[in-house]
């Protein structure tokens, strides 16, 4: 949807979105971590902003400077994202996972960095399950009226395999990205589909994350009372 001018529709709404990527540390030096830039959920904060939104962007490691007119709060894992976001969501009338979450965190951390010996193979990283604050969130509803929205990266059977996210996660929304050759982490733009749980399906055209970003906002502000 091009726009000609940014409407004021989300005056008066609370928005919290998640961006960047989480990094789960083995030692004081290493992570587990993966790619996610948090440019596509940077642009989900601007762009809010712009509509009118008070906004709490919550960022895990992205490096990017803070959008003019939004609260960051910084975390570095999954279970700090999770703090963050269950002490901003219960004043939200939105919330946006747009971060990526590690879905699993080495079960124990070296407070010592880890040191290789002679003669030894390497121990094997063991991983434990990381809370799932999507779907956590989307089952609470403690706030009536609260939209709820995810993110996925596909790259098989897109639609179908989105469809069974959304419903499995609870969320309201659920932008699906297909993950292929041009459609790579950290690029600028994005080519989406974003699934509603009244059935609906809205094609997004490969174009800048800003687009994307307005698109989800245009599904948001027409389903808030
Ligand atoms: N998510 C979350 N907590 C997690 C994992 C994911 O809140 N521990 C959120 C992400 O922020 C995203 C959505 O759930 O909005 C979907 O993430 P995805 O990784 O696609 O879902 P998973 O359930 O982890 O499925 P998969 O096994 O395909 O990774
Ligand atoms: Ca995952």
């Not at 992570?31 to 960022?59: H, W």
């Amino acid at each position: 949807l091009a726009r000609g001018v940014t409407e004021p529709d989300l005056v008066g709404r609370h928005v919290v979105v998640t961006a960047g990527g989480t990094r789960e540390p083995l030692d004081p030096v290493r992570f587990l971590g993966n790619r996610s830039s948090g440019k596509q959920g940077y642009a989900l904060a601007r762009t809010a902003a712009a509509r009118g939104a008070r906004v709490t962007l919550i960022e895990a490691n992205t490096g990017l400077p803070d959008p003019a007119g939004v609260d960051v709060v910084r975390i570095g894992t999954a279970v700090q994202l999770r703090e963050a976001v269950l002490k901003a969501a219960p004043d939200a009338d939105v919330v946006v996972m747009a971060a990526a979450v590690a879905d699993f965190r080495p079960e124990n951390y070296a407070t010592g960095k880890i040191k290789k010996k002679d003669g030894q193979e390497p121990e094997p990283i063991v991983l434990v399950r990381n809370p799932d604050i999507l779907a956590e969130i989307s089952a609470d509803r403690s706030r009536p009226g609260q939209m709820i929205v995810g993110f996925a990266a596909e790259t098989d059977d897109v639609l179908a395999n989105g469809r069974a996210k959304l419903a499995r996660k609870g969320c309201d929304l659920l932008v699906v990205n297909e993950v292929g050759e041009r459609k790579t982490f950290g690029s600028e733009e994005n080519e989406a589909v974003v699934l509603g749980a009244d059935g609906s399906e809205t094609p997004v055209p490969y174009g800048p994350k800003e687009a994307l970003a307005e698109t989800v906002w245009d599904l948001v502000a027409s389903r808030l009372g």
